[in-house]
Nanobody
Framework: QVQLVESGGGMVQAGGSLRLSCAAS????????MGWFRQAPGKEREFVVS????????YYAESVKGRFTISRDNAKNTVYLQMNSLKPEDTAVYYC????????????????WGQGTQVTVSS
């Protein structure tokens, strides 16, 4: 069982930056690939980015490539999402996810989910 708690969301102007964090419980964090999804009002949840168990491999959705960076610290049981050059279309609830996979790729689902953190980008 893995519990995930996101933090760092907020409101920012277009072009600004935010850093999301996701703290995981348990001693098995390093066994899980981690990812971020987001869901905007009235839209389907979409994959944003994932990172492999070791952190050596990452996979980004085209819409965030070059602007977002995922990283993880297995010693701190935490995964981060640095979001730069934010756009109004990045506005969504961002969810941290954990999955028992060793590779980073586009996911359609995950084993565990956080409760989400709101990111709002104003124009």
């Amino acid at each position: 069982q893995v519990q995930l708690v996101e933090s760092g969301g907020g409101m920012v102007q277009a072009g600004g930056s935010l850093r999301l964090s996701c703290a995981a419980s348990g001693r098995t964090f390093s066994r899980y690939a981690m990812g971020w999804f987001r869901q905007a009002p009235g839209k389907e949840r979409e994959f944003v980015v994932s990172i492999s168990r070791s952190g050596g491999d990452t996979y980004y959705a085209e819409s965030v490539k070059g602007r977002f960076t995922i990283s993880r610290d297995n010693a701190k049981n935490t995964v981060y999402l640095q979001m730069n050059s934010l756009k109004p279309e990045d506005t969504a609830v961002y969810y941290c996810a954990a999955d028992f996979r060793s590779y980073a790729s586009s996911w359609s689902n995950a084993d565990y989910w956080g409760q989400g953190t709101q990111v709002t980008v104003s124009s």
